[in-house]
């Protein structure tokens, strides 16, 4: 049968599957346990030799179509799903890390995430931060026990595009772990197997999902890693195909030990989303264009943080890699314009800390999501005060551009 495209393949996912009666969306299947006549069955099911269904906390039928729809979207051969994106990021590395190991990261980093790795710190598992947007800072901070390079594609809030090609071969000629969290761009913008990547990152909640009606994520292998030259893969899950071992411990050690499943009504909710991930994807990143061309004119904004402005730093490079240039910008405001009474003028933008949805969203990032970091933290990330994050959704831009010209008027 010949290749379909991306969102011909994801409608049609289901049904090629086959799923019972007929529908063409897999059901929700909420059983936690799954019987077998055959005792011997289970045993191989539990012991990897063979497919098949043990527990709900590690696999379910929902979830598993979820999971093959992603490995889809992504060119990759498997992928895990998690109750949350952090849920997925943690249990990888406390899966695949250990106490003595090093991570270098981009310092321009999720607030969560950051948060995260200070957590590692605690467990004997240290992460230096680069400015990633040079590969030569990534390649400075290795350490003999570096194990993984993590990096988001595009930064949240400021924007920041990382050298994703050239860390991509920095990882490769060093045998490291290139871990690519996708979520701001979504496999239909970008796909990080493309650059290298070993394992992507998907915040399913967010565009993949794109409605703000349930909470997941995901991680998945894109092959190009031989897991045979890491060393932290017990014996135990050496059983199986070596292309595959790197996501036999996330999901025995990760998924199954750490408890953070994804259930099957939230699978279900993100996979019918999925299937409009490219129409939505195109009017958000339009819309947002616009949006930032319009607020990078005006005298009240100081400062507009979008790639798809020929004077972000790194235009160029995500004029490369990304199908469009995303459809989160965030802008900084002029001297005397409050960021409060801005976000409480404008109607149709809703002031929540989701993004990905339907519908256009917007936060003053110090002041909530990025708090915690401290002052110095934020000012190194090129977070201002007056910084209000937008998260732009598929309303007609005429009624956006509307709201934004009364509320900075």
Known sequence: MTKKHFTTTSLHADRRERPE????????????????EDAREIAAVFQGKKSGYSYGRQSNPTVETLSRKISRMEDGIATVCFGTGMAAISATMLTLLRQG?????????????????????????????????????????????????FVETIANPATQV??????????????LLYIVDNTMTSPWLFKPRDVGASLVVN???????????????????????????????????????????????????????????LGPE???????GADTLGLRMDRSCDNALAIAQFCNTHPKVAKVFYPGLESHPQHARAQKLFRKSGALLSIELAAGVDCFDF?????????????????????????TIFFEMGAARRASMGIADS????????????DLLADFAQALG
């Open 387 to 398: 910084m209000v994050r937008l998260s732009v959704g598929i309303e007609d831009i005429h």
């Open 101 to 149: 190991d090093h991570v270098v990261s981009s310092a321009f980093l999720f607030g969560n995430t950051n948060s995260f790795f200070g957590t590692l710190a605690t467990f004997g598992i240290n992460t230096t931060f680069v400015d990633a947007t040079d590969v030569a800072n990534v390649a400075a901070a290795l350490e003999p026990n570096t194990r993984a390079v």
């Open 21 to 36: 009666h007929g529908v063409l969306h897999k059901p929700i299947h909420t059983s936690v346990a799954f019987g077998y």
């Open 343 to 367: 976000l409480n003028k404008l109607d149709l933008v809703i002031t929540s800390s989701n993004l990905g949805d339907t519908r256009t969203l917007g936060i003053p990032v110090a002041h």
């Open 203 to 261: 915040a399913l909640t967010k565009y993949i999902g794109g409605h703000g009606n349930a909470l997941a994520g995901a991680i998945t292998d894109t092959g190009l890693y031989d897991w045979t030259r890491y060393p932290n893969i017990y014996d135990i899950y050496k059983s199986v195909d070596p292309a595959h071992w790197g996501m036999q411990q996330i999901r025995k050690k990760g998924l199954r030990d750490m408890g953070g499943s």
């Open 266 to 272: 939230a699978a279900h909710h993100i996979s019918v």
């Open 162 to 175: 990382v050298d994703l090609a050239g860390i991509g071969e920095l990882c490769r000629e060093k045998g």
